[in-house]
């Protein structure tokens, strides 16, 4: 079997350099307001580059689009964004209403909260770099240079380890959030994009290969491949479910949904759902999955129990991978190309109000 080879080298060359240029007044997410600086202000400081070319706005992988939400683990506040766009929204959640737009990105691919919900980091595949940026003054405060290309991220339930793809460069990057370093890139992957997974145990990392159709599962403590399992075609959004042996995987190219069995690699069923789809994702409870229909504007809900489709949630704006569950699995949240939020009733399978309009 063929395993994902592991570079102990931490960012050498020019983009240690960028490493050491780090201000010191940016070393900490739990500063105030007053003492972080001006938004984005420190950018041209980590030598990252500005998206531009000869004046004009020139991004590094224009070609591949994606959406991307995430909403904090107290349900109060939803990020959103979509690699098209040259910043992010902040949308109260229970009020429904924008707080503000953060500036200065060129192609965000991934949103994620931090365990404490404190803050939150922003991949940009152009600026190639991962943000973390302050919930309270909603400002960056770390940056890390991971190289142009990053995409898809994933993190320890703990918020110790974070998991950065790199499509272009076909890595997966394993950082030390606690120390802002690369501990070790995982090499051998076909065009890892917005899809990667961490088991709900924390002991396998899933990364899904766009250009290789196929997903690769890798042992999180030795860091080497386990399994590449196949069979997929244009594979997009994934889930894992809570018991870890079956993974759900969306389709675009056959607009199904690849039920797998973790243990033997093999597919148990494809489940037709709307087309094009992007989105596979599992509620907390485990009892529904839901597919982001880009081409129909819906997702079509599953019962994982057995694959059969329950219904059609419908009035949706050509949604993608960006769907999040509440911990109760009685709501979901599903980010339109507009940048707007539909909120779902699961039970219903109906959108009930729509956040962010403004």
């Not at 993190?155 to 950065?164: E, P, V």
């Not at 759900?248 to 797998?260: E, I, K, L, W």
């Amino acid at each position: 079997m063929k395993h994902a080879k592991v570079t102990r080298r931490i960012l050498t060359g020019a983009t240690a350099a960028v490493v050491l240029a780090i201000p010191a007044a940016v070393a900490s997410a739990d500063e105030s307001p007053a003492a972080a600086p001006a938004r984005h202000a420190a950018v041209p400081a980590f030598g990252a580059y500005s998206g531009t070319l000869g004046g004009a706005p020139k991004p590094f992988d224009p070609h591949i689009s994606n959406n991307t939400m995430a909403v904090s683990p107290d349900e109060r506040v939803a990020v959103v964004t979509n690699s098209k766009t040259d910043h992010l929204v902040v949308i109260d959640v229970r009020r429904g209403r924008k707080i503000t737009k953060i500036n200065g990105y060129v192609s965000p691919r991934n949103i994620l909260f931090a365990p404490d919900g404190k803050s939150f980091t922003v991949s940009d595949s152009t600026l190639g770099v991962v943000d973390r940026i302050s919930l309270r003054s909603f400002q960056v405060v770390k940056r890390l240079p991971l190289g142009a290309g990053v995409f898809g991220t994933a993190q320890s339930k703990d918020g110790k380890w974070l998991y950065a793809n790199n499509e272009a460069a076909g890595t997966v990057t394993v950082v030390d959030q606690a120390g802002s370093r690369a501990d070790a890139v995982l090499t051998g992957f076909a065009e890892p994009r917005q899809g990667v997974k961490l088991a709900p145990a924390g002991d396998k990392l899933y990364v899904t290969n766009y250009k290789g159709d196929r997903i690769t599962v890798v042992d999180v403590k030795t860091r080497k491949t386990l399994q590449q399992i196949e069979g997929f075609k244009e594979v997009r959004g994934l889930s894992i479910s809570r018991d870890g042996t079956r993974l759900y995987a969306a389709n675009s190219g056959t607009d199904t949904v690849s039920v797998v069995d973790t243990a033997s690699g093999a597919t148990l069923k494809r489940i037709t759902v709307g087309k094009k789809p992007y989105g596979a994702a599992l509620s907390p409870d485990g009892k529904v999955l839901f597919s982001g229909n880009l081409e129909d504007n819906s997702l079509t809900a599953v019962n994982p129990a057995d694959g059969g489709v329950r219904g059609t949630v419908k009035g949706l704006k050509g949604p993608r991978q960006a769907i999040s569950f509440s911990a109760d699995s009685k709501t979901a949240w599903v980010l339109n190309e507009d940048l707007t939020v539909a909120e779902v009733d699961v039970a219903a399978l109906k959108v009930t109000r729509t956040l962010g309009t403004r």
